[in-house]
């Protein structure tokens, strides 16, 4: 599957070189040239195109990349590795651990960038689920590692956004139950009292949508009509 790669850069020379060294090497380019449309950019990706990692230039136009990486942090995990203009700005990615993965300062070399970007992508990659053919699947197809926030399905680390995690935790956390939509808001969206059922609707599908790229033959997340949805006992 082609793995996209998000260019936050407002010097479109610079994001040109990046795009054209990544596709060089296999990934799918998206560029942007704002922080808020980088922030954007990720909360509405499709499952299937959601970018891997972020490559982020600290000076940009509305925001900064520090800031932007922050808010970044707050709903999603994907990797980012800053490019920065300065020097002095290296000490403040390094002092201030905002949750970058590697930094590369300008000048730099597209292709150094995107073996950076695979050396990060590697690191983070969950170890291959080593299943022989035929041998039977893992009894617990769920993994919560509450410190991370981050669940793993068949030994893979899902890319959630918070509401996912959340609404993937719940479920988990009571295989088998049916829980309602009213059970899922409260525990889910505790902090959005306005929450919609079909908002509820909207994020099993997303999420269904991502336990599907690991798993095409698998649908864990069963649908009770008129009641709610259950995991389906692990
Ligand atoms: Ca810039």
Redesign the pocket.
């Known amino acids: 599957m082609p793995v996209t790669i998000l260019i936050v850069?407002?010097?479109l020379a610079?994001a040109d070189s990046i795009a054209y060294a990544l596709r060089t090497d296999g990934f799918v380019p998206r560029h942007v040239s704002l922080g808020a449309q980088a922030l954007q950019a990720m909360r509405d990706a499709d499952p299937a195109t959601l970018p891997a990692l972020v490559v982020l230039?600290?000076?940009?136009?509305d925001m900064n990349g520090f800031e932007v990486c922050r808010q970044l942090r707050q709903f999603c995990n994907a990797p980012v590795i800053f490019?920065t203009?300065r020097s002095d700005e290296i000490d403040r990615i390094v002092g201030l651990e905002i949750g970058a993965d590697d930094y590369v300062t300008k000048p730099f070399s597209p292709r150094e960038l995107v073996a950076r970007i695979r050396v990060v992508l590697r690191r983070l990659a969950p170890p291959a689920a080593s299943i022989a053919p035929g041998a039977a699947a893992p009894a617990a197809r769920f993994e919560i590692r509450e410190a991370e926030a981050r669940i793993l399905y068949r030994a893979r680390a899902l890319e959630l956004t918070r509401y996912e995690y959340l609404l993937l935790k719940a479920l988990c956390e009571r295989p088998g139950h049916v829980l309602s939509r009213a059970q899922l808001m409260d525990r889910v969206w505790a902090d959005a009292p306005d929450t919609l059922d079909r908002t509820v609707d909207a994020h099993i599908k997303s999420l269904r949508a991502k336990l599907r790229l690991v798993d095409a033959d698998d649908d864990p997340i069963q649908t009770h009509r008129g009641m709610g949805y259950s995991l389906a006992g692990t």
């Open positions: 850069e407002d010097e610079i230039d600290v000076g940009l136009p490019l203009a």
